[in-house]
């Protein structure tokens, strides 16, 4: 257990429908992402929240959103779905560990959302 | 643009043996890297990482080795177990600054052959 909670783990709903998932981050960590995995794309970054705030952005489409609450939880929203939008969507949250010259970041990934969009 | 690949993207290892996992990476700023290992129905897991001031990083049964001429990182699992079964993605924290984001590749399969 990475002690990151996702829900709900799966997720059926018709195009055009909007959604929500959520993550819980390990206690005491600051960061999180999310990452969309499906077959022909891999493990493709969308977002990061640092402590409340947008700190990096990746593929991540104008359709979807996300943000990190007070108590450190996430939530992704993902609108108008479209059939190519069922994947599995993980939750990370990291551990910072800082050193002279840089910063270690190791993930602890959730056991992810599975969205099948019909 | 930014990509972080495999070599192979399926591996077959006796058990007991050793396995090799490759990876190519194509930012030369990248500054941290990273293996995980995700098992069927299960989020990624950190086995390993190594700074980009090292050359060689080892844990328990894995050794991670990073070459930057050639950008190439490898995943060295020593004594191979049925348990070590899984996809295996290498992971590169590239650009300017250590907030940048953490890229996958696209993984490697491994298969131990009991």
């Known amino acids: 257990d990475s002690g990151v909670t996702q829900t709900p783990k799966h997720l059926i709903t018709a195009t055009g429908q909007r959604v929500t998932l959520r993550c819980s981050p390990r206690s005491g960590d600051l960061s999180v992402y999310w990452y969309q995995q499906s077959l022909d794309q891999g493990l493709q970054f969308l977002i990061q929240y640092y402590n409340g705030e947008e700190r990096a952005k990746g593929n991540i489409l104008e359709r979807f959103s996300a943000q990190q609450f007070p108590d450190l939880h996430s939530e992704l929203n993902l609108s108008s779905l479209e059939l190519g939008d069922s994947a599995l969507y993980f939750c990370?949250?990291?551990?910072?560990?800082?050193?002279?010259?840089?910063?270690?970041?190791?993930?602890?990934f959730g056991s992810g959302t599975q969205l099948s969009v019909l | 643009g930014e990509s972080v690949g495999l070599h192979l993207p399926t591996l077959s290892v006796q058990e007991g043996d050793n396995s090799i996992i490759n990876c190519a990476y194509s930012n030369s700023a990248s500054d941290y890297f990273i293996w995980y290992k995700q098992e069927s129905g299960k989020g990624p897991q950190f086995i390993i990482d190594?700074?980009?001031?090292?050359d060689k990083r080892q844990g328990q049964r894995v050794t991670v080795l990073l070459n930057k001429t050639v950008k190439h990182l490898s995943l060295q699992i020593a004594a191979t177990q049925p348990g070590d079964s899984a996809v295996y993605f290498c992971?590169?924290?590239?650009?300017?600054?250590?907030?940048?984001?953490?890229?996958f590749g696209p993984g490697t399969s491994l298969s131990v052959i009991p």
């Open positions: 990370a949250s990291s551990v910072e560990v800082w050193f002279v010259g840089g910063q270690d970041e190791k993930l602890f």
């Open positions: 992971a590169e924290r590239g650009g300017e600054t250590s907030y940048d984001k953490v890229i």
């Open positions: 190594i700074r980009s001031n090292m």
